[in-house]
């Protein structure tokens, strides 16, 4: 079966660093996606990564290992308004998106 | 302002009835698919369509029906509710050329089914 693990909730506290890690089991692999959803909200788009390493934008960067079915999302200098739920998707063979569970990142002040 | 709208944003069903979900984009995306969340669950796909008079099932369809005439529009039905359809149902699109091929999504509508 296909499978995206992602922690269910992380702390951290304002500027400071967090990392979000994301394994994934997949027919096919066709690209890995972060996304961003506040509650209450729709998820919006962070990243895209199909090929093995780092790519910043901004105060956020998505790395990948595709060798290692892995990847993380790194959120630098935290603010309040990055409280949120933090959603890995992977692209299959089919090109459908599996989603994992999310995982809701609390910031402390 | 571009983008995808859906309606209603909530509602409250009895078990049994019917109910359309509607949903509309004016970014002339080729792709367009339907979504639930539910707690502690990733987002699963219901239906999808890769471009107007096309559609397909995705991980749950069961339950659930799509029609796709136009570009613009991706109305889900569900034919007789039950409980189960109690979840968020999120509503997106994707231009279906590009690499990336992002997917962009509506507000959500929150149905209950009692």
């Known amino acids: 079966g296909q499978n995206i693990d992602q922690p269910t909730e992380m702390t951290a506290t304002e500027g400071a660093i967090v990392q979000i890690n994301c394994t994934y089991q997949?027919?096919?692999?066709?690209?890995l996606f972060w996304y961003q959803q506040h509650a209450g909200e729709a998820p919006t788009f962070l990243s895209y990564?199909?090929l093995d390493g780092l790519e910043e934008k901004g105060r956020f960067s998505s790395f990948l290992s595709r060798s290692k079915g892995y990847s993380y999302l790194l959120l630098k200098e935290l603010q309040m308004k990055d409280s949120a739920s933090y959603l890995c998707?992977?692209?299959?063979?089919?090109?459908?998106?599996?989603w994992g569970a999310g995982t809701k990142l609390i910031i402390k002040p | 302002i571009a983008g995808i709208t859906q309606a209603p944003t909530s509602q409250i069903l009895a078990a049994g009835r019917r109910m359309t979900l509607r949903c509309t984009q004016d970014?002339?995306?080729?792709?367009m698919y339907w979504y639930r969340q539910d707690l502690g669950l990733g987002l699963r796909l219901i239906h999808y369509?890769?471009?107007?008079?096309?559609?397909g099932k995705g991980e749950v369809p069961d339950g659930y029906s799509v029609s796709r005439a136009n570009t613009d529009d991706f109305p889900l039905t569900l034919a007789s509710a039950v409980p189960s359809q109690t979840s968020v149902y999120f509503c997106?699109?994707?231009?279906?050329?590009?690499?990336?091929?992002?997917?962009?999504f509506g507000p959500g509508t929150r149905l209950t089914v009692l």
């Open positions: 997106a699109s994707s231009s279906g050329t590009s690499e990336t091929d992002t997917q962009y």
């Open positions: 970014m002339r995306h080729n792709a």
């Open positions: 369509s890769n471009t107007a008079g096309t559609t």
């Open positions: 997949t027919s096919g692999f066709n690209g």
């Open positions: 990564n199909v």
């Open positions: 998707a992977v692209r299959d063979s089919n090109y459908q998106l599996i």
